[in-house]
């Protein structure tokens, strides 16, 4: 498979085989004017298979976002052809609009225009709450 150089855009590698398509989803991706390649099930020395999404513009990323889903994650930024940038974000403490709460008693099921707010509580475990109604994000 061949997957051509981006000139300038993102790079997102290291991604937990398997977790591409939501952070596609979770990133709104869908939504912009560029190509988008989402490469799944690569092969990976570290990690024996990972995903891998090519964004074909500079774009304002979610970091939050792409923490949640996996701080292991490389984010590369592409100018003129070559990497002018590599980070890896950090597990946000909190995160506004990823995930919804699934508390039918949550007032975010009644005020739907609430955002929905998570905290980080368990930084070992990887566990987010409602900041509402305290409920543990999926």
Do not use: W
Not at 43 to 61: F, H, Q, V, Y
Not at 68 to 79: C, L, S
Not at 97 to 108: A, L
């Amino acid at each position: 498979m061949i997957i051509g150089k981006i000139e300038d855009g993102i790079v997102l590698d290291h991604i937990q085989a398997g977790q591409g398509m939501r952070l596609y989803d979770i990133l709104n991706l869908d939504k912009l004017d560029c190509e988008v390649a989402l490469i799944q099930n690569a092969p990976s020395g570290k990690m024996g298979r990972k995903d891998i999404l090519k964004i074909d513009k500079l774009i304002d990323l979610d970091i939050d976002a792409v923490g949640f889903v996996d701080p292991g994650i490389t984010v590369n930024i592409i100018e003129n052809g070559e990497r002018v940038k590599r980070g890896k974000p950090e597990l946000p403490e909190r995160i506004v609009d990823i995930v919804k709460c699934k508390n039918p008693r949550c007032i975010t099921t009644i005020e739907q225009e609430l955002p929905q707010v998570f905290n980080l509580t368990d930084r070992k475990n990887k566990i987010y709450r409602c900041a509402y109604c305290e409920s543990k994000a999926k």
